[in-house]
C-alpha cells in the first residue's frame, strides 16, 4: 500500500511539473558539429513532456535505448516505451537495409508534422542522431522544466568525415577522479568525440592497478604533495617527507569508466608512457634504471627528461611486457598507446648495457635503440591482438636534430605497418608516416594543444605557455591542401590534447577543454566545405547556455581585437575591429584618452588618418573583459 500510495504522489508531482512547465518554440537548428545536410522547412511538432518513444530493432536492455531514456528523464520529460512506431513521439530505427552513405556513425533525423523519427544502420548512429535532437532543445533542457517543446520541420543527414575523433586527458600530472572522467565522457560525447586517450603513466605518477608489480602502485602512484604551490615553483621533497598526493585506479574503476563510455560510443585508448618519462617507475623499481640515480616521482617540471628504462636490461623487457599483459586484460580496445616521446637518452649513452645492446643488435645509435625497443613491445601487442599507437617519435624521429627534412625521411625499419602514429609536432611528421603506409592521427600543437591558454595570458588561469585560441583550434584539418590522395587516405583523424600540469581541478580541466573541444569537433566530423567561422561562433554562444545549465566550465573566448587596415588614399584608412566572440560591444577612442563605456562604440568600419592612435576596450555581458588596446593607424 505505501509503495502504491508513493508511486501515485511521483505521478502527481510529475503532472504538477508539466502542468507548471514552460513552453518553448525552436527557430533555428544549431547543431555542433554542423551536419552534412540540414535542410528546414514550414513546419513544425509539438513534443509534450511526456512523449512516447518506440525503439525498432533494439531491446529495452539496449545500452543505447537505456541511455536515451536516462537522458530525457535528466531533461525533465517522462518517456515511455511503446511497441509501435506509429504511436510514438520519437521514433528510433534500425535500418532494414543498409544506408551506404550514412556508413556505421551516420543518422538521418526527420522532424515531421506528425512526430521525430530517427534512423541508422547502428545504434552508434542512433546515439549521434539523438545527440543532435538533443542540441535542437533549448540549450536550458536540463535546469529548466518544460511541458512542451515546438521544432521546427526539418531533415538532417549526418555522418563523420573523419573515424578517429579523440580527446585526450593526463590523469598522472594530476589525478582525477572517476566521477569526473565520466562527466569528461560525456562532453565528449555530446559532440560526437569517439576515441578517449587516456594518458595513465609519466614521470608525475603511475595510474594502473598492477598485481604484478605492487609497487608500482604503493610507490609510483604517490609523490610529495605539493599542489597548494605553482607547479614551476614547487619545492623539492625533503628526506623523510611522506607522498601523499596521487591514487591509481582500481580494476573495478576502470571497468565501470569502460562501460560508461561505451554506451557513449567511445573507445578507451589507455597510454603506458616507454621508454622515457618513467620517474615514477624507477622509483618504485630502481633496477630497471641505467644508473644507481635515486628516482623519485617527480614534483613539478624538470628538463630534460632523464629518467628512461634501461634498454639493454633484458629485464625491463619483461617488465614491460608484463605489465602491457595486464593492460590487455583490462581494456578491449584494440589499441594500446606506449608513448615513445621525450625519451632523452643521455643514461643510454653512459650505460654499458645500453650500447652493448646496440653492438649486438648491429644498430646505428641509440636513436635505433629505441626504434628496436618499440619493435620488440608492438611483436609482443601483436600476439595479443592488439595495435600499437605512439607519438611521432617512434617513427625513429629523435629529440635532438628534428626538422621537416628529416620528417620526411624518416623510418623506422623496426617499426611494423600497423602502428599508429600520433603527431604532435607539427602536420609533417604525421604526413611522412602516412607516405610510408601508416595509419595517422593527427595532433598537432599549434591547434590541439588545450594546455596552452586560450586567451590573453593576463586574465587566464596559469597554463604551460602557447596560445591556442577558439579561433586557432578552428583552422585545424588534419589533411592540409595539396596532401595526395593516397597520403590522405592514411590520415584516420585527430584529436585534441589536455595536458595537466597547471590543472590539478575537475573545474579548471573543463575551463580548458570548452569551448576549444566544440572546434576540434566541427573539424573532425563535418565536411570541409560546410565549415564556416561566423557561423559556429555563433553556435558557441548557444552551447555556452548549455555548459552553464549542465554546470561545466567554460572560457568565453579572446577578447584580443583582430584590427586590420585598407588604404583608402594616402592619408586615410579603412580600419576593421572584430572579436572572437560575437555579441562583444567595442567601445573606442582616438584622442589619446582611455575609453570607457561612454565612448564611442564601433559599429561598422571606419575612416582614420594615418598616425592616428586608436585605442579599444572590448566589453562583453556588461563587463569589461580585456585590457584596453593601443593601434596606431599607419
Known amino acids: ?108 533525423l526527420e522532424v515531421r508534422n506528425t512526430g521525430i523519427r530517427i534512423s541508422a544502420n547502428t545504434e552508434v548512429g542512433l546515439f549521434y542522431g539523438y545527440q543532435t535532437l538533443v542540441q535542437m532543445l533549448p540549450p536550458d533542457v536540463t535546469k529548466a522544466v518544460y511541458r512542451s517543446v515546438t521544432l521546427p520541420e526539418c531533415t538532417v543527414l549526418d555522418y563523420p568525415r573523419f573515424k578517429w575523433r579523440g580527446v585526450h586527458l593526463d590523469v598522472c600530472r594530476h589525478f582525477f577522479p572517476v566521477k569526473f572522467i565520466k562527466r569528461y565522457l560525456d562532453a565528449m560525447a555530446a559532440y560526437k568525440m569517439n576515441r578517449f586517450h587516456w594518458h595513465l603513466t609519466d614521470d608525475h605518477g603511475w595510474r594502473l592497478p598492477s598485481t604484478k608489480y605492487p609497487q608500482l602502485n604503493t610507490v609510483g602512484s604517490w609523490r610529495v ?86 634498454a639493454g636490461n633484458d629485464s625491463v623487457l619483461t617488465f614491460l611486457f608484463d605489465v602491457l599483459d595486464e593492460v590487455c586484460d583490462l581494456f578491449p580496445s584494440k589499441y594500446i598507446h606506449i608513448g615513445g616521446d621525450e625519451a632523452w637518452k643521455d643514461n643510454w649513452k653512459a650505460c654499458p648495457k645500453c650500447q652493448r645492446r646496440i653492438r649486438n643488435e648491429h644498430l646505428a645509435g641509440e636513436e635505433q635503440l629505441q626504434s628496436w625497443l618499440v619493435g620488440q613491445v608492438q611483436r609482443h601487442l601483436a600476439e595479443r591482438g592488439k595495435t600499437i599507437v605512439g607519438w611521432d617519435e617512434i617513427m625513429g624521429l629523435g629529440e635532438e636534430g628534428w626538422s621537416m627534412t628529416s620528417a620526411a625521411a624518416a623510418d623506422n625499419p623496426f617499426l611494423g605497418d600497423d602502428a599508429v602514429v600520433m603527431s604532435w609536432r607539427g602536420i609533417q611528421p604525421g604526413l611522412a608516416a602516412a607516405r610510408q603506409g601508416h595509419r595517422v592521427v593527427m595532433c598537432p600543437t599549434d591547434y590541439c594543444y588545450f594546455d596552452y591558454y586560450q586567451a590573453d595570458a593576463r586574465y587566464q588561469p596559469a597554463s604551460i605557455g602557447g596560445m591556442v585560441t577558439l579561433s586557432k583550434a578552428y583552422e585545424f584539418d588534419p589533411v592540409p591542401d595539396g596532401t595526395p590522395a593516397a597520403v590522405a587516405r592514411n590520415v584516420v583523424g585527430g584529436q585534441c590534447n589536455l595536458w595537466t600540469e597547471y590543472i590539478n581541478t575537475p573545474s579548471h580541466a573543463e575551463y580548458m577543454l570548452l569551448p576549444r573541444m566544440l572546434a576540434t569537433s566541427e573539424c573532425l566530423w563535418s565536411p570541409r566545405e560546410n565549415k564556416d567561422w561566423n557561423r559556429f561562433r555563433r553556435k558557441v554562444e548557444v552551447q555556452k547556455d548549455r555548459f552553464l545549465a549542465k554546470g561545466y566550465a567554460y572560457c568565453e573566448g579572446s577578447f584580443t581585437p583582430k584590427f586590420s587596415a585598407r588604404r583608402v588614399d594616402d592619408n586615410t584608412m579603412n580600419i576593421t575591429i572584430s572579436t572572437e566572440v560575437p555579441n562583444t560591444y567595442i567601445f573606442y577612442t582616438t584622442d589619446l584618452s582611455t575609453p570607457t563605456r561612454q565612448s564611442l562604440i564601433y559599429i561598422g568600419p571606419v575612416n582614420l588618418e594615418r598616425g592616428t592612435h586608436i585605442k579599444i576596450l572590448p566589453v562583453y555581458k556588461d563587463i569589461e573583459r580585456d585590457s584596453v588596446y593601443e593601434f596606431l593607424i599607419k
Open 1 to 108: 500500500m505505501r509503495h502504491i500510495l508513493h508511486t501515485m504522489a511521483m505521478l502527481a508531482a510529475a503532472a504538477l511539473l508539466a502542468a507548471c512547465g514552460r513552453t518553448a518554440t525552436m527557430t533555428e537548428i544549431n547543431i555542433v558539429p554542423e551536419p552534412v545536410f540540414k535542410v528546414q522547412k514550414d513546419g513544425a511538432y509539438t513534443l509534450g513532456g511526456n512523449p512516447k518513444v518506440s525503439t525498432v530493432g533494439m531491446g529495452q536492455n539496449s545500452p543505447t535505448v537505456k541511455y536515451i531514456l536516462q537522458s530525457l528523464r535528466s531533461a525533465h520529460l517522462h518517456p515511455s516505451l511503446v511497441s509501435s512506431a506509429d504511436d510514438s513521439d520519437i521514433e528510433f530505427l534500425i535500418n532494414d537495409t543498409i544506408n551506404p552513405e550514412i556508413g556505421t556513425e551516420g543518422y538521418l
Open 225 to 310: 604533495d605539493r599542489d597548494d604551490q605553482p607547479w614551476g615553483q614547487a619545492d623539492p621533497p625533503r628526506d623523510g617527507e611522506r607522498a601523499s598526493y596521487g591514487g591509481f585506479y582500481t580494476a573495478d574503476e576502470i571497468a565501470d569508466v569502460l562501460q560508461y563510455a561505451a554506451a557513449r560510443g567511445i573507445e578507451v585508448i589507455p597510454e603506458v608512457e616507454l621508454p622515457g618519462h618513467c620517474s615514477a617507475v624507477l622509483a618504485a623499481y630502481p633496477q630497471f634504471a641505467c644508473d644507481d640515480y635515486r628516482y623519485q616521482v617527480a614534483i613539478g617540471p624538470y628538463w630534460p627528461p632523464k629518467a628512461i628504462l634501461c
